[in-house]
């Protein structure tokens, strides 16, 4: 069945990545930063040096293993903190409506107008990059579509029997937020947080390639791919190799999230019966 | 039966609530929805008190403010005469003293959580520490209501439509209230399992010592179920008074034409019918509401006056100014 | 006996396919309607009400399907008839209403258009003359200002009205026969009273037969000639109106008439205990074998758990089907 495809291959996908990220150091060769060897510079992949050498000599099996770490951190955790500033936002403008529904979609739609990319660059401009800054500028800017889910299935939640019901028992907003209407939303929400990791891991690639989001010697795939452009037609495997890591990644998780998403929505649960 | 001795369990005083629609920012008129158009009501320890009315009468707002689910916009609610805005009862006191059925069996149970869970957080959250008193309560409450204390572990969708709401009806008790709002406590159900709830509310009744405050547009289960009957239009009560007058002999016209237009099984019909449809809440007619659909119609009707709502017999109050002039009909011979 | 009807089903079964089986949804269904005539068919979810008036107008769609059985229109056999030629018959001589007007109007379209459509489909009408039938078509069925109406959306019309507009689209080209599918369960008490009375006097008029379904017994009972009581997918029992509340004959039927609250009872009769049907009603992946309704009836014997009751005709006339009467 179709589901069941996308979650196998998916989660397949995804499953290598983190193995290859969480046993990076014992799955290397050779240490990402530090062994570069120039009489070793761009060397075609062999017995020795599985991926090859980059420009450096170093071992770009190594460096795409220990790339895995840097890509998922930043996937999981930037992911992370968007979903947890949508869902707060989102989920209180629904429930609360009045004047702070108003306040946060002006701000979601100010989120939105901007390519969220450019916002990300904008905050890594003005603070020192690594790591740390782009967790922060990528949780920071990213939380608008979770917002939107979460507030839109708020809504059509609200009015249901059992959340008056709570309320009429006595609960306080913030009780029935959390216990009556949040475990009902999560669904989407996860299905969202999974293709959101995969836009993540993008977009550390990209902001890394353009020089602004980890610095090399690093070794971020996207700081792999910015280093190897001058190489691409003479060396094309320091390119290709950090790029299929890319690709293998957020496919899976494109594909997990695809998954996930016809396994927790109902009405695709009931097509199939 | 009814305890007419002690005062009201619940009395609602001039109760008006006022839905605002947008409109009045450019200049235009505020337009507003008179939901609940200035209502007095009382419910007395023991009794059932029917509510009755079609669409936009004003009836499900009624109930929601005085569950607490609906702030009115003007009037004072009164439990067991204290004043629900008043410093004596608080948000959790008033959870203890009145709750509610919903109508939909299907969206009125949290889906992620096991019975047991929904019954157990209220006590819980008042104050109810001991595990083992909770339990206690939890099998009592269950038993009431005909499931098995076994059932609290599964989930609702684990449920038939009646024992849903069989739970709906244990979660309103679990903090032994003294009203219950029945909210068309049997319109979602089939029509084969509707004679188990009502009896069973109905023995609860007694046994429990409640007080019902029913909405129902199924005139049959208001009449077998109701002591006393009140009729709504457009956000005003028209008639009540006790179920058998109501409706034996029911003398405001609009009753008589909600009673009329039930299809009789035996093929007569029970009198005139009323045409036109239900008139815009937003323009309400002047002085009756109900005047332009009023078969008894004359000019006295269309006075710009609220008419009163008066006793014309012991219990029985009817707001028509033309009480007086019409026939008693009587619908049952 | 199916020489005159109008409609004759000779035992319909209709298939619903789940998870690689097919359940019977509906077995062995048989009735007739007379030209002008009014049949009920009542029962409560999962009876097969509805389906049963989908099939005749052929409207079912996967995972529902004709098992079995014909159905004869006019003696002509209508339960394999090609989309193509259904829909001749759709609008013209057969046609239906349904219970939540909003979803069965466009929209998007003035509701005189909507009405002149039939007369240009069917009786190839120009458009100019079929807006004008329009006209007739909205005061026929007693919507005050019919002219002005005529150009009005249904979200501009309150339910009762827009109810009357799909009975005057269903009635335009005079068909033979009506569905009406639960038309007044969304509708208030007081505008259900006039829905049903307008389709009592236009279907009088028209010499329209009508085939209505509802939940409500006292309703069917008030408006049909014939009453055909469905139970999880059989008809168990067909009686004149007036003998199914006073004589009820199937343990079902009786049951149901007991646990009803009707008005008038209790002043009657006093506040008594409700008879009630004890069980719930199965779900269609899970009928009783036997006679379906077995797990919930008092009079329940062995033969009734294992052997599904034939049809028996009552003495005084009607059908009932159940192995301890007729």
Sequence with gaps: MKVRTNLLIGGTLFALVVAAGVLAPWLAHTDPIM????????????????????GQGRDIYSRVLHGARISLTVGIVSQLINSVIGVCLGLSAGYWGGWWDDVVNGLTNLMLAVPSLVFALAIMAILSPGLTSLLIALGLTNWSYTCRLSRASTLSL???????????????????????????????????????????????????????????????????????????????????????????????????????RDILDPQSRARRA | MADAAAGPLLRVEDLAVHFPLGGGLLGGRKRIIHAVD????????????????????????????????????????????????????????????????????YSSLNPRQTVQRTLEAPLRLHGMTDRAEREARIAEILRHVGLRPEQAQ?????FSGGQRQRVGIARALILKPRIIVLDEPVSALDVSIRAQIINLLLELKDTLDLSYIMISHDLGVVEHMSDRVAVMYLGRIVETGGWHRIFTAPRHPYTRALIAAIPDPFGATRGAKITGDLPNPLEPPSGCH??????????????????????IDPGHRVRCVRTGELAVERTVP | MTGDALLTVDRLRIDLAFGGTRYPAVKDVSFTIGAGETLGLVGESGCGKSITALALIGLLRRPLGIGGGRILFKGREIQNLPEAEMR????????????????ALNPLSPIGRQIAEMFVLHQGATW??????????LASVRVPAP???????????????????????????????????????????????????????????????????????????????????????????????????????????????????????????????????????PAVTAFPAGCRFNPRCQARTEICVEVDPEETPLPHGGLVRCHHHG
């Design chain 3, 88 to 103: 001749k018959l759709r609008g013209n001589r057969i046609s239906m209403i349904f219970q939540e007007p909003m979803t």
């Design chain 2, 38 to 105: 200035g209502v007095d009501l009382e419910l007395r320890k023991g009794e059932c008190l029917g509510l009755v009315g079609e669409s936009g009468c004003g009836k499900s707002s009624l109930a929601l403010s005085i569950v607490g689910l609906q702030a009115p916009t003007r009037g004072r609610i009164l439990l067991d005469g204290k004043d629900v805005n008043g410093p004596g009862l608080g948000r959790l006191d008033r959870a203890r003293f009145v709750q509610m059925v919903f109508q939909d069996p």
């Design chain 3, 147 to 281: 002219d002005r109406r005529v150009k009005d959306y249904p979200h501009q019309l309150s339910g009762g009205m827009r109810q009357r507009v799909m009975i005057a689209i269903a009635l335009a080209c005079d068909p033979d026969l009506l569905l009406a599918d639960e038309p007044t369960t969304a509708l208030d008490v007081t505008v259900q009273a006039e829905i049903l009375e307008l389709i009592r006097e236009r279907s009088a008029a028209q010499g329209t037969a009508v085939l209505m379904i509802s939940h409500d017994l006292g309703l069917i009972a008030n408006m049909c000639a014939r009453v055909g009581v469905m139970y999880a997918g059989r008809l168990v029992e067909q009686r004149a109106a007036e003998e199914v509340f006073r004589s009820p004959s199937h343990p079902y039927t009786s049951g149901l008439v007991a646990s009803l609250p009707l008005l008038g009872a209790r002043a009657r009769d006093g506040q008594h205990r409700l008879k009630e049907i004890p069980g719930v009603v």
């Design chain 1, 35 to 54: 062994d570069a060897n120039l009489m070793n510079a761009e060397l075609p992949p062999d017995h020795e040096f599985w991926f090859g050498t980059d």
């Design chain 3, 128 to 137: 100019h003359e079929a807006e004008r039938r329009a006209v007739d078509a």
């Design chain 2, 290 to 311: 109900f005047h332009p659909r009023c078969p008894e119609m004359r000019d006295v009707c269309r006075q710009p006056v609220v008419p009163p709502l008066d006793e």
């Design chain 2, 154 to 158: 599964r989930y609702p969708h684990e």
């Design chain 1, 158 to 260: 609200k009015s249901l029997g059992y959340v008056q019901a709570a309320k009429m028992l006595g609960y306080g907003d913030v009780r029935i937020m959390a216990t009556q209407i949040l475990p009902n939303i999560l669904g989407p929400i996860i299905v969202i947080g999974t293709l959101g990791m995969g836009g993540a891991v993008l977009a550390e690639a990209s902001l890394s390639f353009l020089g602004l989001g980890i610095r090399p010697p690093s070794p971020s795939w996207g700081s792999m791919l910015s280093d190897a452009r001058d190489q691409i037609t003479t060396a094309p495997w320091i390119s290709i190799f950090p790029g299929l890591a890319i690709f293998t990644t957020v496919l899976g998780l494109n594909l997990l999230g695809d998954g996930l």
